[in-house]
């Protein structure tokens, strides 16, 4: 008896042992998960973790106001305005902090006045009127700024302030204070925001300062430089022959697929950039607005590529006799736009007019002008339609391509001469060739028709 | 003399009187175009106006806490954190006003007890070894809180919880007040807090709500409808003669435009969702991960359609003898994969099984499989490769939109099976007939070498 259940007691202890070790082995591999992830957000973007120890410090000081007694005793209960301020101010950006500073400064000014003249005007009205008056005042202001909100162009830019004015005009129109007592809580509550505000600002500004004009310059330049990787990497890839192994190290095809999803961020941070004063090579009326224009011609180039990328992973075989034939075309095609937008993007980076392009462009357009007169020696005769389609509309939209990085060479060029970057040539002439861009090609194997005539232009479909 | 000065005067005056109807008019012309935009606004979506009333009407009511003397007395200078609350709190939609309540009440009151033992700790070390234990407090909680913001996760949902926190925290925790007066003070914020979090919710819940989860659905519906529209339309106006007005009435082809770029909004739509009750026919579970699903497929067949478009609008013509043989199997694509997508949109919007979307699919994928018969007929032989290679592109990239298709029916009538839409078939079988998906059809002038045999499967790209 006693055996068995020593036995039993044996069973259930090592049960619970099981139990307990797959317990804590599932906890373990959670918290060295979780460590892991908190690792890579910082290794991603140490800024992060400097942000946090500058915001840690910024809360610090301003709550020093509660440990010195004198300042303590000349705000009194204001003083939590100034932590408050230093929680909803400090962003990550100089840009997003000095606006959310600037807002918030100018709000509490225009409706503290505002909500002292109501509350001012309310009190004409009698013990009676007054309440109804300044429910009706609150009424409207609410409602009306409420609704002006909803503007996409002020929402972008000044839904802080618009909240901090109606906050701050009801806080003082209904205040049950009188006059005096109002202006004295005004005189302390400005000062507690000041000090609050000014010390995010000078934190953000001064330690270690994170601009959201660099960020997004280097973002522009490095959605321009994943499309250059994917299209340098593509055509070779493409018309390898799959003997070869194609997966060898095209990992980075998939980083253009960010570029896709790019536009509210970039409209975020040139937001931000707006507030920001000249710093580094940034002068204080930077063209941020040129950059939404380059990031949306990159965008529309990123749209071409995502079909691409279907073919590239397509397992059908191009017919050998006609791969040969188009192989060199294509792929020069793909890796000189691929190189000129390589190049582009290095040119952004380094504030330099991108003069080094030109070249990759007219290669890439010579390679499109020598796939045409390819297309038109009449080869295409010897081969069947169909097999051919997915090669076919790869050459097509790597054309297309071409065409985008044309205007992203464009728009950068506008960029390069609107912000002063060092020696600009005028690129835009060299770029078009007359004898590239406006002869017309016969067909090959057509008549003279005019309306058969074919031109590069023609071939890529119009881009908005 | 006098009638010279006369005549300056006059001239004086004709001038002025021209500038200042140049001002006026300018001047007018801003507020008639001011006041159009406030009435598009409106009329856009008139959800906007009764929002903006809703807000004004929870803010005098919350302000009554002024008016009536015993509230006021009892709350004292607290009352104005249900103003506070009020104007952080109330959002446009149930779910983001309801996200914002909670997040402000859990972080408040776990927060407030945290800060409370923070204090109670640094009270022990003594006068001097206070503030600085409190200063270290405050320091590694606002980094560390500040940190955790950066996970994505935790911000798309606790952003404002995590900021509230740190906020209260600090308030609490470095308040010159002793133990009691704490509790006190912790008992009237708690109180108007409350008052302010459920007026807003209160409001937002049972007066003209609006429901995040029905904007996502909404949105997600009309953004498969958009796609339908232009496909439906894209066959016939493409593969039109030039001759017929092509510019009649295709301003309907821009809409999808903006499914591109709805990422960001369903997401976030989709968070806000997550924190409904259940409401109409969406039950407390409702499937709205499924809907970022749909809406990621929506977006991927909208970056086949962008190029589709640019081809829309090329001048390029289509050799006659070519557009006619492949016209029929091109427009049916397109047409049938439209309708598809239409019928799919409003089975969304009815909540019902997309059950008359089977027929649709069938025909766009036969005429899929005639387009290949046709090509493979030969007639390819007597043509000019270069002279068709818009409309091969055009009909290839027409091939991967009705895939793209299939996908999306394919995560619709999971989303109908996930939502328990009423009389769900199983249509996914019917989706694939044996026939038209798996049967290898050989190349049309080629032996029958393996490697040689295509599929509609093939010949479109590969989705992610």
Request: contains cysteine; aromatic residues 10%.
């Amino acid at each position: 008896m006693e055996m068995e259940s020593e036995i039993k007691n044996e069973g259930v202890f090592y049960r619970n042992w099981g139990w307990f070790k797959a317990l804590s082995g599932k906890l373990g591999t959670k918290i060295v998960d979780f460590t892991r992830k908190i690792k890579k957000l910082g290794r991603d973007d140490p800024r992060r973790i400097i942000h946090s120890l500058k915001f840690g410090l910024a809360l610090t000081l301003v709550s020093l106001i509660y440990y010195f007694e004198p300042l303590y005793k000349g705000f009194g209960n204001s003083a939590m305005w100034a932590i408050l301020t230093v929680i909803v101010v400090f962003e990550f950006s100089v840009g997003a902090t000095l606006g959310r500073g600037l807002n918030r400064g100018l709000a509490t000014l225009v409706a503290g006045a505002l909500g002292f003249g109501a509350h001012y005007l309310a009190s004409l009205a009698g013990e009676k009127g007054e309440p109804i008056l300044l429910g009706l005042f609150v009424f409207l202001l609410a409602g009306v700024v409420t609704f002006v909100r909803f503007f996409p162009r002020l929402k972008a830019r000044y839904d802080y302030g618009l909240l901090i004015f109606m906050l701050t005009f009801c806080l003082v129109s209904i205040s049950g204070y009188r006059e005096d007592e109002i202006l004295e809580m005004a005189h302390q509550r400005v000062s507690t925001i000041l000090i609050g505000s000014s010390t995010s600002v000078f934190i953000c500004l001064f330690v270690f300062p994170v601009w959201a004009g660099d960020d997004l310059h280097n973002l522009v330049a490095s959605n321009v430089e994943k499309l250059g990787s994917f299209l340098e990497g593509f055509g070779v890839e493409y018309f390898k022959i799959s003997g070869d192994s194609k997966e060898s190290n095209n990992t980075f095809m998939d980083d253009y697929k960010s570029v896709l999803n790019s536009k509210q961020s970039e409209e975020c941070l040139a937001n931000f950039a707006r507030w920001e004063p000249c710093h580094g090579q940034f002068r204080f009326r930077h063209p941020w607005k040129q950059y939404l224009k380059i990031g949306s011609l990159t965008r529309q180039c990123a749209y071409r590529i995502e079909p691409l990328n279907g073919y590239f992973n397509s397992e059908i075989q191009i017919p050998a006799e006609f791969r040969s034939k188009i192989q060199e075309a294509c792929t020069n095609m793909s890796l000189e736009s691929g190189k000129a937008l390589k190049e582009l993007a290095s040119a952004i980076k380094a504030m330099t007019p991108p003069s080094s392009v030109t070249p990759h462009i007219v290669k890439s357009k010579d390679a499109a002008n020598n796939l045409i007169s390819l297309l038109r020696s009449g080869f295409c005769k010897e081969i069947d339609l169909l097999e051919v389609i997915p090669a076919v509309t790869v050459a097509s939209l790597l054309v297309d391509a071409v065409s985008c990085t044309e205007k992203i060479a464009e728009s950068i060029n506008e960029l390069a001469s609107l912000a002063h970057f060092q020696n600009v040539e005028p690129m835009v002439e060299a770029e078009k060739p007359k004898l590239l861009h406006q002869e017309t090609i016969p067909p090959c194997c057509g008549v003279n028709e005019p309306h058969h005539v074919i031109t590069i232009d023609q071939l890529s479909p119009k881009l908005p």
